[in-house]
């Protein structure tokens, strides 16, 4: 299973690909998917990626739902671009949906509250670190909205 070091994204080696897979997810834009250092262009969430025999094997990024890192799926298989992320976490991580009801500005505040705390757990602090980052975005949030 694949993890994320302090560094980033651990590559996944994956059988008949021209090497190490590494997926890279910003908060905007499409997944950033590189084979052996090198970057793939991808279209619509499915790349080309480099076979051993010289040809190409389709891939796609998928996301998953409530889920901070996607999968990426190879001949069939689904493989983890990141580790498992506790349920308390993710759910701790859409808390801030709550303040759509207080409007525009809730809704505002929200959605760039969920944003960062999606990269939160994306990012490769200890877990404990991420409950405290992921709740005091929750406070700032509420603050700035109340």
């Known amino acids: 299973m694949p993890v994320t070091s302090s ?3 651990v590559p996944i080696v994956i059988e008949r690909i021209a090497g ?3 997926v890279r997810l910003p908060a905007f834009g499409a997944p950033v998917v590189e084979v052996d250092g090198t970057r793939i262009a991808g279209r619509r969430g499915f790349y080309d990626l480099p ?11 998928r996301p998953g739902f409530m889920e901070p890192f996607p999968r990426l799926e190879v001949l069939g298989v689904s493989h983890r671009t ?6 308390t976490l993710r759910l701790a991580a859409i ?4 303040l759509f009801a207080f409007g525009l500005l809730g809704a505002l505040v929200g959605v760039v509250a969920i ?5 939160l757990l994306r990012s490769s602090l ?21």
């Open 20 to 22: 190490p897979v590494t």
């Open 7 to 9: 560094q980033g994204p």
């Open 115 to 119: 944003v960062t705390n999606w990269a």
């Open 82 to 87: 990141g580790p498992e992320t506790p349920i």
């Open 126 to 146: 200890p877990a404990l670190r991420k409950v405290g980052a992921i709740g005091l975005v929750l406070l700032a949030s509420l603050v700035s909205t109340g």
């Open 95 to 98: 808390l801030p949906a709550m």
């Open 51 to 61: 076979a051993t025999n010289g040809q190409t094997i389709e891939a796609r990024v």
